[in-house]
């Protein structure tokens, strides 16, 4: 009788994992599926908005990067069911992680290289970090909230990108002994573009960050410095993000 107890507790067992085992499965099934629909929904979204880009798709290996970062792995679990919806989302602190339309955009205008180093202001979640890492070898990423910087060092590594440089500090100044970089991306909104990332940013770079102010129009700016060394900035489309904060 003791052995018959025995192995019913250990059928029991491998039951439950089974089971929990075989939820995990459909998840993971289920949030691909939406990646892959979220993807038809940016997709659509820049064909209405292509007079704005000045083009009508976005390059494969960003759509590619969109299908495969899982996004509610970068979300609080109470906005988990609606990772995949196109919108942004809370994420404490004041901060949202960004719409995916934006994201996608945003990271398609730098037209990266695979050897490119690239710099992102506001880690947030680390999201965009990881969307980056998909298409360069080399991701720096600035946050200036202590909390939300560790959350997404945690983040990037649990869910295998672990490359990514991180670092709590004021985006506003870059990160200077890692420059200069090919590409900047700028997740919050400020009041003009800095300085100091000016000149991290490499002739032949791109810049992406939406300037304006926050509660009214704010617009994303694509800045790109030529050979020379000279800069010159294109106005996108309007924008909403939150500010970009620091002692500037």
Avoid: C
């Avoid at 003791?2 to 507790?9: D, G, P, Q, S, Y």
């Avoid at 929904?41 to 908005?49: D, L, M, S």
């Avoid at 590594?157 to 990514?164: C, I, N, P």
């Avoid at 991306?185 to 490499?202: D, F, G």
Wanted: aromatic fraction near 8%; avoid cysteine; proline fraction near 6%.
């Amino acid at each position: 009788m003791k052995r018959v107890k025995h192995l019913i507790f250990w059928l029991v067992v491998i039951g439950i994992i089974l089971l929990l085992f075989s939820s995990h499965v459909i998840a993971e099934d289920s949030f691909r599926q939406q990646r892959h629909a979220l993807v038809d929904i940016i997709k659509a979204g820049v064909v209405t908005t292509r007079d704005y880009l000045n083009q009508e798709a976005l390059d494969e290996p960003v759509l590619d990067a969109l299908r495969k970062v899982p996004r509610h792995e970068f979300v609080r679990d109470a906005e988990r069911p609606y990772a995949y919806q196109n919108r942004p989302l809370p994420i404490g602190y004041g901060q949202t992680i960004s719409q995916p339309y934006i994201v996608a955009i945003m990271t398609d205008l730098l037209k990266l290289k695979k050897t490119d180093r690239v710099l992102e202001v506001g880690t947030g979640s680390g999201y965009q970090a990881a969307i980056l890492a998909e298409l360069v070898d080399n991701v720096y990423t600035l946050e200036i909230i202590e909390p939300l910087a560790k959350q997404a060092a945690e983040n990037l590594k649990r869910t295998g990108y672990d490359a990514v440089h991180t670092r709590t500090g004021d985006g506003y100044y870059g990160w200077e002994t890692a420059a200069p970089f090919d590409a900047i991306v700028v997740t919050a909104v400020a009041s003009h573009i800095p300085p100091p990332l000016i000149k991290q940013l490499k002739p032949g770079g791109r810049m992406i960050i939406p300037v304006g102010a926050q509660f009214m129009t704010q617009y994303l700016v694509l800045i790109t410095k030529d050979d020379d060394g000279k800069v010159t900035t294109r106005q996108i489309l309007p924008v909403s993000f939150v500010p970009l904060t620091g002692k500037h």
